[in-house]
């Protein structure tokens, strides 16, 4: 029953978990329509969420407006259709595949089902930001495992495992690093882990990688069985607005993990859309080449400004920044560009720029050569 009388004020931040109190939000890319209502601008480029240029393939585009009049329906919350297209394409069984509202809905749950309160969760320095929001979320422990010269130190992270530890997270290839664990790093990796300790491995660029010592750790499921592989529609194939990604896991992991998901996670036309997509081949071959000519562009274009990149096999490039990476975005989005600096992850001389179509790029150079000019 409310006080009577009483003139203080709830205060609803201290009301929250105690974890929450201090816990930071995940800092997305900046909307396009954000900047066009603060600065009036009709033309934006964004280069700032490793999205794909080139949008959806104009197939999955097809797929969803069809499904779209469907739209009083609710979905196949089991996803059956996209659940076995996922199966013959991945030449895996359909019982060890979880779908996710986006790839982060699936590390979330994982974080839910198997991380009690107080369990650690080992992570390396510089790893995607969303793996300590949802360790803190759920009242985990993040364990930060620093990086050696920008490389994940895995025996470090094997180092950092005790009685607490319950989860491992890793993103192979790492954003905002660019960089990616080998296939006998890995391996090895995975060997010495106990059984118990469950490791999820974010392949959120995996398409996009075309290094022959990279792992697809999609196929050791059989060998270790602790060993969870997350992908996502929302990179290579052009569907980040859906929200939809998948993981591959031990039956009994999906089990669990579907005890708690909601139960229409992924809308009908994501479900469409992604089935569509996957089978597209002609778009998923032109999204990477492009990707690696722009990749050619920027780099060449970055290196003929005197600034340097860390090497990437992502659909972004890390850039040292001559001044703090938060001024150099602020000065970008004066015209028109957006990018995302690196200050939240501790690099604060960084930004991240994406990968764009050549124009885009091309834009993105131009004004950075002139916002460079003026901060200097
Ligand atoms: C490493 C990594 N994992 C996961 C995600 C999120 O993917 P999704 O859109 O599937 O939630 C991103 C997005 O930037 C990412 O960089």
């Not at 050619?296 to 490039?317: I, K």
Request: glycine share 6%; with cysteine.
């Amino acid at each position: 029953m409310a006080q009577q009388g009483s003139t203080m004020p709830v205060d609803f931040i201290k009301l929250a978990k105690p974890d929450l109190h201090d816990l930071q939000p995940y800092q997305a890319g900046k909307p396009r329509s954000e900047l066009k209502r603060e600065l009036g601008l009709t033309h934006i480029v964004k280069l700032a969420s490793n999205e794909n240029p080139l949008g959806p393939s104009p197939k999955a585009l097809a797929a969803l407006q069809q499904e779209i009049s469907h739209s009083h329906w609710y979905p196949d919350g089991n996803a059956y259709a996209l659940k076995h297209g996922l199966a013959e394409h991945l030449d895996i069984p359909a019982d060890e595949i979880i779908l996710g509202n986006g790839s982060d809905n699936i590390l979330a749950m994982i974080a839910q089902c198997y991380l009690p309160p107080g369990g650690e969760v080992i992570m390396s320095q510089y790893a995607f930001a969303t793996f300590a929001i949802i360790t803190t979320a759920c009242q985990g422990v993040p364990r930060s495992v620093p990086c050696i010269d920008w490389q994940m130190d895995l025996d470090g992270m094997l180092a950092a495992i005790n009685d607490n530890t319950r989860l491992i997270f890793i993103a192979n290839p790492n954003n905002p690093t660019g960089n990616y664990c080998s296939h006998d790093a890995l391996y090895q990796f995975m060997q010495q882990v106990p059984e118990h300790i469950i490791v999820t491995i974010d392949e959120a660029y995996f398409e996009y990688v075309t290094e022959d010592d990279y792992p697809n750790t999609m196929t050791w499921q059989a060998e270790f069985p602790n060993l969870i592989t997350t992908r996502t529609f929302s990179k290579v194939y052009g569907l980040a607005g859906l929200r939809i990604g998948y993981a591959r896991a031990h039956p009994d992991i999906v089990n669990i993990l579907n005890r708690i998901r909601l139960p229409f996670n992924v809308n009908r036309p994501a479900q469409a859309a992604a089935l569509t997509a996957l089978n597209d081949h002609e778009h998923l071959h032109r999204s990477v080449q492009t990707n690696t000519q722009g990749k050619e562009q920027l780099a060449a274009g970055l290196q003929a400004l005197g600034l340097p990149h860390r090497p990437s096999v992502t659909n972004f490039l890390t850039v040292k920044m001559p001044k703090p990476g938060r001024d150099v975005f602020n000065a970008l989005l004066k015209e028109g560009i957006i990018i995302r600096p690196l200050d939240p992850y501790g690099l604060h001389d960084y930004c991240r720029i994406s990968i764009g179509l050549e124009q885009e790029n091309a834009q993105c150079l131009n004004a950075l050569k002139s916002v460079l000019s003026n901060l200097i």
